[in-house]
């Protein structure tokens, strides 16, 4: 499904692709074999829509964009190559999981070499407060991805610390995307600082819908399991909130749920969350942040990049996939 807001760059992201392409060189074929695999699966590419968007929004003339968006691209696939070894995940884009198909050790391993990959590309294009931003966003990610971890099978996690997870986890490289480029631009101070939070508000929203699509999704459209968090044991905010307020009978299957995990009761779930207004306010909340992220960029100049930027927070909180 080709998504409008690609269209204003859609020279740039063909250069990408390319580019991603010639990068997955090895001299070890099995990594060229599960990293075009990897690549044929597609995904929605915002992380690295977003640093082309963010660097011809701020006014960028090189070229440098264009590798600053397949770094982006490949430590976000090294995030879910390992992501789904820990989850045990068997699906992702709708095909099954490189764990599935090759094994936990390749996943891992293959995983590693596009997040070393990714590092070399940056070594390249020598800007020193990008590589930062980058390396700051990784550290960042895995400290999201072990609180995360800790909570698993946890019913008694706040709301505070879910946010705190899901900025850590998800928003960051959203958020490092958009400021990595802003900064590869030269921007000045107030429109790095704008991107930059244009980033993390539209990450918070990702992944605030991302967990209600977990209860009212479609696997097709999704093209992983629906019901995967609650399988993994994953206190996201709709169960948060439906504990909270729920009554005692609500708050205990959803105790019983999480410490159990599973699907075998995903319909009653379902309908405990809806019922208890948890897939709603987690709804709502990612509106606001959507409206945050627009509001955060009215500084930047008019143009069909900014525009295509608001056009994608629109699309973080109205998409079925």
């Known amino acids: 499904m080709k998504l409008p807001f690609f269209a204003v760059v859609e020279q740039d992201f063909s250069a990408v ?13 099995l990594v060229e074999e599960i990293s075009e695999y990897l ?42 190559l390992h992501d789904d070894v820990v989850d045990a995940s068997e699906l992702r884009r709708g095909r099954k999981t490189v764990n599935a198909t ?9 995983g590693d070499f596009l997040h070393s990959r990714a590092f070399e590309m940056m070594v390249k294009i020598g800007n020193l407060e990008v590589m930062e931003i980058l390396s700051h966003a990784t550290n960042t990610i895995a400290e999201g991805e072990v609180q995360q971890l800790t909570n698993i099978r946890n019913p008694d996690i706040s709301e505070t610390s ?15 995307a958009s400021h990595s480029a802003a900064v590869l631009a030269n921007a000045n101070t107030e429109e790095r600082q704008a991107l930059k939070q244009f980033g993390l508000h539209i990450g918070l929203a990702f992944q ?18 629906v019901g995967d968090d609650l399988a ?3 206190m996201t905010l709709p169960l948060i909130i439906a504990r909270a307020r ?18 075998e009761n995903l319909d009653d779930m379902v309908k405990v969350v809806t019922d208890t207004g948890g897939l709603d306010y987690t709804q709502q909340l990612a509106l606001e942040q959507t409206a945050a992220a627009s509001a955060s960029i009215e500084c930047l100049q008019d143009s069909p990049y900014k525009s295509a930027l608001q056009a994608l927070a629109s699309f973080s909180t109205s998409r079925s996939f």
């Open 162 to 176: 879910y946010m705190q997870v899901i900025s850590r986890k998800t928003a960051m490289l959203f958020e490092a």
């Open 246 to 263: 729920g009554n005692q009978a609500q708050s205990d299957f959803v105790k019983h749920a999480i410490m159990s995990g599973g699907v």
């Open 17 to 29: 692709n390319q580019l991603i392409l010639d990068s997955l060189s090895s001299h070890v074929p």
């Open 102 to 110: 090759w094994g936990n050790p390749a996943s891992v391993l293959v």
């Open 232 to 234: 993994e044991g994953k």
């Open 208 to 225: 605030l819908v991302d967990d209600v699509l977990d209860y009212r999704g479609d696997t097709a459209d999704l093209g992983k399991n």
């Open 39 to 80: 690549i044929d699966a597609g995904g929605k590419r915002l992380r690295p829509l977003l640093v082309l968007l963010s660097a011809n929004a701020s006014r960028y003339q090189g070229r440098q964009h264009i590798a600053l968006a397949a770094i982006i691209e490949f430590l976000h696939t090294a995030m879910l």
